[in-house]
């Protein structure tokens, strides 16, 4: 009996290795979906130890080529991924194609063929080999999880299952389109108190060291050694402090930004952080609308697509993007796997809101979960354009009176000692008058 070489995922996306001894290629995948495990690549023992004789020679023509100039270098870490644009654009098109009649391995060759982002266009050939050898879709776009998420394998697979891969793809396109959009917005408000505090660093930093040393003399000279007002003073040390250490003043604001990005990418940091960004003031409600209408729009479409509850939650869960939503996630999977109800562990999570709960209860009773959810969506998309204009109505006065309060700080500290001076003189004015008087 012929041994099997097989590369399968497990549900938490973790790469499994192993072989199998049946008696073809179909009975070894449908062992390998028998163990839990979703199969990427099954191989013949034999064919591989015969791809790796090739391998073999694969150096030595390889290296003959370098020998006629032609280079072939990697950069780790770049040209793996995707922009979420780029995707969201191939995956309309594609969906308009499929949904048009053409056949998914010619729809895949044409865009190919126009596709300009380089590391797309090879993956997009990379499909359509593996189609052409007899995967199907999802297994194909399983082979490149840097740039398909499960979810978009997932709904993919469970579009093939139903015979509605058309369907799906539509779905899929119109659920990246309105994340997109949803991100755009968020980054648009974001974009206008980043670039002020930006002008408000710069002008701060020129100031500190260029602007205040040059009164300091000048004051020196003016006063003659009287002594300067308490404030002046440490507007003055403060930028004595960043002048003569530049370097060690970068170095530090460097360290602590690295500092930060460190601590968040621990476990402990990433849930103060997720939790701060739900609580803050300000930008809260925004992050908060956008990660409840991320949660509903995922789930609401992977359920609607036949992808299984609890599979779509595990999903779920992994694209939450927020570790406290992806934790109120895990509750609600252990729930509905003990047999209850989504709404129990929702309402006990405190992260959504009474109206989303009694929605989603409302969707559980009578059977129309995917469609309530996709309607929760909807309205929290609404919600996160109201949350934007309200944010960026509110940051406008905060920005202009924090840059107003920094600039005008200083001005007020460098003008202190000229009123000191001007009362001085005034005093000595009024002593002269008196004396001549006399």
């Not at 192993?18 to 979703?38: C, D, H, P, W, Y």
């Not at 927020?322 to 796997?337: D, G, L, T």
Request: positive net charge; glycine residues 10%.
């Amino acid at each position: 009996m012929p041994k099997f070489n097989y590369v399968a995922m497990d549900s938490r996306g973790k790469e499994t290795k192993g072989t199998l001894e049946v008696g073809s290629q179909n009975e070894a995948i449908n062992r390998v979906k028998e163990m839990g495990l979703f199969p990427t690549k099954v191989v013949e023992a034999d064919k591989t130890k015969e791809k790796g004789g090739s391998k073999s020679k694969a150096p030595a023509q390889s290296g003959a080529k370098k020998k006629k100039g032609q280079i072939n270098i990697k950069i780790p870490g770049l040209g793996g991924k995707v922009k979420s644009k780029v995707l969201t654009t191939f995956t309309r098109q594609l969906a308009t194609l499929v949904d048009a009649g053409l056949p998914l391995l010619r729809g895949l060759r044409v865009l190919a063929k126009q596709e300009r982002n380089p590391t797309l266009k090879r993956v997009l050939g990379d499909l359509a080999t593996a189609i052409e050898g007899g995967s199907t879709f999802s297994e194909a776009l399983a082979q490149h999880p840097k740039i398909f998420n499960r979810l978009f394998v997932n709904m993919v697979k469970a579009g093939e299952l139903g015979g509605v891969l058309e369907v799906v793809l539509n779905r899929l396109s119109e659920f990246m389109e309105k994340a997109q959009k949803i991100k755009g917005k968020v980054i648009a408000a974001m974009f206008y108190p980043v670039a002020v505090m930006t002008v408000a660093v710069i002008i701060l930093a020129v100031l500190m060291v260029f602007v205040v040393p040059k009164f300091k003399t000048i004051f020196a000279d003016m006063l003659e050694g009287k002594g300067l007002p308490a404030f002046t003073e440490f507007v003055l040390a403060i930028s004595d402090a960043i002048a003569n250490n530049i370097l060690a003043s970068m170095g530090c604001f460097i360290g602590f930004i690295i500092a930060l990005k460190i601590f968040v990418r621990t476990k402990f940091g990433r849930r103060l952080f997720d939790k701060f960004k739900l609580k803050m003031p300000v930008l809260g409600p925004v992050f908060e609308k956008v990660a409840i209408s991320r949660f509903t729009r995922t789930l609401g479409t992977l359920v609607s697509s036949g992808v299984p509850i609890l599979q779509a939650l595990t999903i779920v869960k992994e694209t939450a993007g927020n570790v406290i939503v992806s934790n109120a996630v895990s509750m609600i999977h252990e729930s509905v796997k003990e047999g209850e109800t989504i709404t129990a562990p929702l309402e006990a999570s405190g992260v959504f809101p009474p109206m989303v709960i009694s929605m989603v209860d409302v969707g559980e009773q009578t059977g129309a979960l995917p469609e309530m959810l996709m309607k929760i969506a909807d309205n929290y998309d609404d919600e996160v354009d109201n949350a934007v204009s309200a944010m960026t109505s509110l940051l406008e006065p905060i920005m202009i009176v924090f840059l107003a309060i920094i600039v005008g700080s200083i001005v007020i500290a460098l003008f202190l000692p000229l009123i000191k001076l001007i009362e001085g003189v005034g005093d000595t004015s009024k002593e002269g008058g008196g004396s001549g008087g006399e």
